[in-house]
């Protein structure tokens, strides 16, 4: 997560800026035109004009400057190393729940540095919980940082990392934990973790925020205090997504781990539940569950399983797309595909001779569907049917992310010599709520 020292400079600027020795942060001159400008060099967003640089002037305003032939930069000092004065940990109170705050990384864990435009890693659980004393009024807590990760990193050797620490602490006896995380992939972890961490015994609840937690508008705080409250006070032992329910900090909704999508790019109430409602809302302090078919607090039904299988790729099928891709991707060992085809779970029919090859070969398809809402049914239409004659799984309501971390944690948990039956049989098994005969109505519509 360390951010580049020239973050969004590339091409010809930024080999100037290297020549120069000149990194984000520090003050330095450039004429350009016969126009002389003095500033700090700002970080800049990728997609930008790379031909310009962004600079924060003396009165506070930021310019950009289009670099030409005849610009020259120099550096005139460099900028002072940014710091991070963590207020002193909130006193803790006797006789409250004991919560875990497991720290992976991600915006909930960085802050704006406001000099340079940056977004940094620097805050840990510890220096969250001392930004959020709220939090020591609801249980006791002990941090610990496994990860400094965007969660464009995480890896599935992540998701692993995190079934153990979680187990870890499960064992020791915590009342609940919670997990701070990025949310760019937080519900591929939070579909890994359901699967890996069954029937918990306690809340596992997942948090991260989409705006840094020093920003005014950030939901970093009300994120984690109602993720804290659900993790010390749920009479559930699930795996749950604590974010916004909408735009305002008023209601923070608990999404099931394997029914949360994030579906916003910036929006605070960027997760939604998909064929499914939300389990539990926290709002002004109590926290109100909504679900009845919840795994209770304290069952002793804990199932740890936290293998999975890379070799499990997801296809999202398009209008031309040739199906020879499925055959260069088998040949290089993957195991099983989950096709996110179109409506009702179709592909065009040029697939179906490959798919049958496929399956022959003892490769898993399984089909979902690019609408996300509804179930797929390929018993529609005649292509459906040629699908499911060549060996296709249709995989009813649940959504692609989680259809493919449930490959991966299938292929890993039956291993190597799994035959297609036995990958199938587990694939349309309920585990942890991914799949549902009947798919509930959607309360928040987007
Ligand atoms: N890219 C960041 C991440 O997923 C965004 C965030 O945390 O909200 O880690």
Redesign the pocket.
């Known amino acids: ?1 360390d951010m580049p020292e020239l973050q969004g400079y590339s091409g010809i600027v930024r080999k100037l800026l290297e020549q120069e020795n000149i990194s984000i942060g520090d003050e330095i001159e450039i004429i350009s035109d016969g126009r002389k400008y003095r500033g700090i060099l700002m970080a800049r967003y990728e997609l930008a004009d790379p031909n310009y640089i962004t600079l924060k002037l003396s009165n506070g305003y930021n310019i950009g400057i289009r670099v030409a032939e005849n610009t020259s930069i120099s550096k005139i000092s460099a900028g002072a190393k940014p710091m991070f004065m963590r207020p002193p940990k909130p006193q803790t109170l006797s006789g409250l729940p004991n919560v875990i705050i497991i720290s992976t ?6 802050r704006v540095e406001y000099r340079t435009g940056a977004v940094r890693p620097a805050l840990n659980a510890d220096d969250l919980l001392a930004i959020v004393p709220e939090l020591a009024e609801i249980a006791k807590i002990d941090t610990e940082v496994l990860y400094s ?6 890896q599935v050797q992540h998701w692993i990392g995190m079934a153990e620490a979680v187990d870890h602490f499960i064992h020791k006896g915590v009342d609940g934990v919670v997990l701070t ?6 519900g591929y972890t939070a579909a890994a973790l359901s699967f890996a961490l069954q029937k918990p015994p306690v809340p596992i609840v997942l948090v ?4 840094s937690s020093d920003r005014p508008s950030s939901d970093a705080a009300t994120n984690l205090i109602a993720a804290v409250a659900t993790a010390a006070k749920a009479p559930f032992g699930e795996v749950v997504v604590a974010m916004h329910k909408w735009h305002s900090d008023d209601i923070i909704a608990l999404h099931r781990g394997t029914r949360v999508i994030k579906l916003h790019t910036s929006s605070r109430d960027a997760f939604r539940s998909v064929n499914s409602r939300p389990i539990a809302y926290y709002q002004h302090g109590e926290l109100k569950v909504v679900a009845n078919d919840l795994n209770p607090r304290g069952s002793n039904n804990y199932t740890y399983k936290p293998k999975f299988d890379e070799r499990a790729f997801l296809v999202k099928f398009f209008p031309s797309m040739k199906p020879d891709i499925l055959s260069i991707l088998a040949d290089s060992g993957i195991r099983g595909f989950i096709i996110e085809g179109t409506g009702l779970g179709h592909v065009s029919s040029d697939w179906v001779p490959i798919i049958r090859e496929l399956t022959e070969r003892g490769i898993f398809v399984g089909m979902t569907s690019q609408c996300k809402f509804g179930r797929v049914n390929m018993n529609v239409y005649d292509t459906g049917r040629d699908l499911l004659k060549a060996g296709v799984v249709p995989l009813d309501d649940m959504l692609s992310e989680v259809a493919l971390v449930k490959l991966m944690w299938t292929l890993g948990n039956l291993g190597e010599g799994a035959g297609l039956e036995e990958i199938k049989k587990l694939m349309l098994m309920n585990i942890a709520g991914e799949i549902y005969s009947r798919s509930l109505p959607n309360t928040d519509s987007w």
């Open positions: 997560m990384g991600g915006t909930i864990a960085s990760l965007f969660s464009e990193n995480v995380h990025g949310t760019d992939t937080m991260g925020a989409q705006r």
